[in-house]
């Protein structure tokens, strides 16, 4: 067993090229690209596949034979989550980290007044940003707390038009990723008024307060990682000390190094923050119902569990509001099952065995999927937005994901017909609905599909 053993005294320690060419890809990974018109927001049995096509993941899993899936975890997995860890300076370029700079300018953007943005507010942030400084602290260090990591050191929003629906509230471009309570992180400086330190997760890079993080010696995030991981199989379950005091809530994709393992719960290690700073690590209490040792078995009980527990979320733009978008889905789902994906979904469509879809005719796309596709192992994809093929349900290709909604166009103007959640759908979503956009729906638009544990 790998407990991890750290000598706790009052529980405290003493002692590619330029991304210029991704950057569309970057702007869209946040998932879907939202065009014009009125924003449109239909009950559930407007909406024929909702009324139509089983909401209940185990519907679809009844009809899958696991014993004959090859799935095989990442052997790689653990050394993939705690990759920031084992590096000493930032892994992009300077020109590479600072992509936003390039990406987001004065004329085009909006603040939270949905108003223009002025162009000294650029000015600000990017001397605020203090890239001269980059790759001079390098310290590793881990989050206390759920929290959002930026493109900017602000909590300020960038919008685009919001006279232009789909835009405006709440597609936040300055939004990059979440990030889960208790994750490493590798620190390359701080903004020039302390207030943000600019890191890297092991899927993105970004700003986060300076408060949300603590720095940790070398030699305790090396006891850290080598040892007995337990992973989180429920959501926003409070997670308390020994001496009940609350640390952080669940979330499935999370996971925590394992001290001791008692009859009815595991006691793992956390972070808190002392004096001048000073990491705190003390011990939680962690219910054997909500988390496993080592990775789960794929199999019907633990994807009913894990994909129920992730259905929870509504549609987060970038992870907002402690919610999740189309790849952050897929991504938390298939960690509990020691498959390590990238937080966008173009990356994501390149894990495991890709087959190419692009300029296939629909019939033949359909054809290609229902004959080599394997039913929760398999990624369909089109740029912006990612989905999980979970079989068949009359005739129809269904597939998981989490959408913001269905694009319209009504004249030649843009719109879309708001979901905003997880769902199990064809891919044909809202094409009963009056002016569906034939040439903007999934099966139309497919590049690709990937299966993964293979």
């Not at 002025?118 to 600000?124: I, L, P």
């Not at 959002?148 to 919008?159: G, H, M």
């Not at 409070?238 to 006691?267: C, D, H, R, W």
Request: a positive charge; hydrophobic letters at 40%; glycine letters at 6%.
């Amino acid at each position: 067993m790998r407990y991890i053993f750290i000598v706790l005294l009052g529980f405290v320690f003493f002692g590619c090229a330029s991304k210029e060419p991704e950057i569309k890809e970057l702007l869209i990974q946040t998932e879907e690209n939202i065009t014009k018109e009125e924003i449109i927001v239909l009950q559930n049995k407007e909406i024929s596949d909702l009324v139509n096509i089983p909401q209940d993941v185990k519907y679809f899993t009844q009809r899958v034979n696991f014993e004959q899936l090859h799935f095989k975890p990442q052997e790689k997995f653990e050394k993939l989550y705690f990759r920031v860890w084992n590096i000493n300076k930032p892994s992009d370029t300077r020109t590479q980290a600072k992509w936003p700079f390039y990406a987001y300018k004065y004329g085009d953007s909006y603040g939270e007044n949905l108003q223009l943005i002025e162009q000294e507010f650029f000015q600000q942030m990017k001397l605020n940003a203090n890239f001269d400084s980059y790759g001079t602290l390098n310290k590793r260090a881990i989050m206390l707390q759920d929290a959002n990591i930026r493109s900017f050191p602000t909590i300020k929003p960038l919008l685009r038009d919001p006279s232009i629906a789909g835009e405006g509230f709440p597609f936040d471009y300055l939004q990059n990723s979440s990030v889960q309570a208790n994750k490493p992180v590798f620190v390359s400086h701080y903004s020039q008024d302390k207030e943000w330190v600019f890191i890297f997760s092991s899927f993105t890079s970004g700003w986060v307060r300076a408060n949300e993080i603590v720095f940790l010696k070398k030699e305790y995030t090396d006891r850290w990682q080598k040892a007995q991981q337990i992973h989180l199989t429920q959501e926003n379950i409070p997670l308390y000390t020994m001496q009940g005091k609350f640390v952080f809530k669940s979330k499935i994709g999370m996971m925590l190094a394992l001290v001791s393992e008692e009859k009815n719960y595991y006691t793992a290690l956390a972070v808190s923050v002392y004096k001048a700073s000073e990491p705190l690590f003390v011990t939680i209490k962690v219910p054997k119902n909500i988390a496993v040792k080592n990775v789960l078995k794929f199999n019907k009980k633990n994807l009913d569990l894990i994909i129920s527990e992730v259905a929870k979320s509504n549609y987060g733009w970038g992870g907002m509001y402690g919610q999740r978008d189309c790849s952050s889905t897929l991504r938390d789902l298939f960690a509990p099952f020691g498959i390590w994906l990238p937080r966008n979904s173009f990356m994501q469509s390149k894990m495991g065995k890709v087959v190419q879809l692009e300029n296939l005719s629909d019939l033949q796309k359909i054809k290609i999927i229902k004959e080599k596709a394997i039913p929760f192992q398999t990624l369909l994809y089109k740029k912006g937005h990612i989905v999980l093929y979970v079989g068949t349900y009359n005739g129809e290709i269904i597939v998981f994901h989490n959408t913001w909604g269905i694009k319209t166009n009504h004249d030649g103007v843009e719109g879309r017909i708001v979901v905003g959640r997880s769902i199990f759908s064809t891919l044909r979503l809202g094409k009963e609905q009056p002016y569906y956009d034939e040439e903007a729906e999934m099966l139309t638009n497919l590049k690709s599909m990937n299966i993964l544990g293979i």
